[in-house]
């Protein structure tokens, strides 16, 4: 995994993340945030794919997932390759690109499925537009859990992000966020208003060097099988990247709707 600023002219990104390549169109024309593959979106699916556990789909339903601000769609993708059915949201603008990577990126299930049991364990993605600062119009649909990389970069968009996120929790909501933290003072400011409804839990750095060090050796090895080389791949470096944990708080809900 590299960061966005030795890719961003790339059209196209491989990320591997739990045993799959995701194969990720970009643009570093369009001048859209959305439209590269952010370090924080490759740390978060990988994190989310260690973490989250493959859900049961024998006589329930389906748990479903929305990220916001998706971009280029691989958060999206790995969770529903989890068995979540997703919605994949983010601005007009990205919404061709977000499309595309879906579409070319199907569920692991589906694609390589030969019996309807197989199929049947596939996650689903569809892709929608949302606009954190337009209410009327927008769905009020809840979901059990949340998730969102670098979405924490503009003041004015605080408070209709935080917004968003409220309206779409339920009862017992978990938020994963993740940042790379360029301005500390305007994450710090994004947190503290996020603890007026949900408890905010920092996943240890620790936990995440953690992570990256296991992948660089499991692709050290894949190198050396391949003989490509004797060196762990050097790759980004995590500890730059934070993530959040949250749990909307029981009376948080009250008055709302």
């Known amino acids: 995994m590299r960061p966005a600023h030795e890719t961003k002219n790339e059209t196209r990104v491989e ?3 739990a045993d799959r390549t995701y194969v990720l169109t970009q643009s570093s024309t369009s001048g859209e945030t959305g439209s590269t593959v952010w370090l924080s979106s490759q740390v978060l699916a990988t994190y989310l794919a260690s973490r989250l556990k493959q859900p049961s789909t024998v006589g329930a ?9 998706a971009g280029t769609g691989l958060v999206s993708l790995v969770v529903r390759d989890l068995g979540y059915a997703v919605t994949a949201t983010d601005s007009g603008a990205v919404l061709p690109l977000l499309q595309h990577n879906v579409s070319t990126n199907p569920p692991t299930a589906t694609a390589t499925a030969t019996t309807t049991t197989a ?3 596939a996650g689903s993605c569809r892709v929608e537009e949302m606009d954190w ?3 009327s119009g927008q769905s009020n649909e809840t979901f059990p859990l949340l998730v969102c990389a670098d ?3 503009s003041p004015a968009l605080l408070g209709p992000l935080l917004r968003t996120i409220e309206r779409h929790a339920r009862a017992r909501t978990t938020l994963y966020l993740a940042q790379e933290v360029r301005t500390p003072a305007l994450m710090d400011a994004f947190l503290e208003a996020c603890r007026a409804s949900f408890k905010v839990m920092r996943v240890p750095t620790a936990e995440i060097v953690k992570l990256e060090t296991l992948l660089r ?3 050290a090895v894949e190198q050396k099988g391949d003989g490509d080389g004797d060196d762990e791949d050097e790759g980004a470096d995590w500890s730059g990247v934070e993530i959040y944990k949250c749990k909307l708080k029981p009376d948080a809900l ?4």
């Open 151 to 153: 979405v924490v970069y």
């Open 254 to 257: 009250k008055g709302r709707r």
């Open 61 to 69: 339903e389906r748990p479903t997932c929305l990220e916001l601000g």
């Open 133 to 135: 600062c337009r209410v």
């Open 217 to 219: 050796r499991a692709n």
């Open 119 to 121: 199929a049947a364990a």
């Open 15 to 17: 990320c591997t993340v």
